[in-house]
Nanobody
């Protein structure tokens, strides 16, 4: 069973950057698609991006393109999310989650229900 732990959250000023990391254990990154989600109070959990297990190709929700970049380090079993030009409305709890093969890049890649294993989340607060 995969175990995921997020790190790197914190308080950042508007316009700043943060890099979140998702350390995965119990499975290698070539066996699970990994997604980054966020949860804003009062709103649905939304996908930011996912990375395909087979080739490392990144997919982004349309509203997230441009300021977020997902990447992975297969040797360390870590998936990173680089966040730039942060805005107060990016304040949320950020989660990484694992999905079976072929979810990322598929029709339902943005559906949280396709991701079966979740980390505990890390808080990101964008405020001056």
């Amino acid at each position: 069973q995969p175990h995921l732990v997020e790190s790197g959250g914190g308080l950042v000023q508007p316009g700043g950057s943060l890099r979140l990391s998702c350390t995965v254990s119990g499975v290698t990154l070539d066996r699970k698609d990994i997604g980054w989600f966020r949860e804003i109070p009062g709103k649905d959990t939304e996908l930011i991006s996912c990375i395909d297990s087979s080739d490392g190709k990144a997919y982004y929700a349309d509203s997230m393109k441009g300021r977020f970049t997902i990447s992975r380090d297969v040797a360390k079993n870590i998936v990173n999310l680089q966040m730039n030009s942060l805005k107060p409305e990016d304040t949320a709890v950020y989660y990484c989650a694992a999905a079976p093969l072929y979810v990322c890049g598929g029709y339902y890649f943005a559906n949280p229900n396709e991701y079966h294993d979740w980390g505990q989340g890390t808080q990101v607060t964008v405020s001056s």
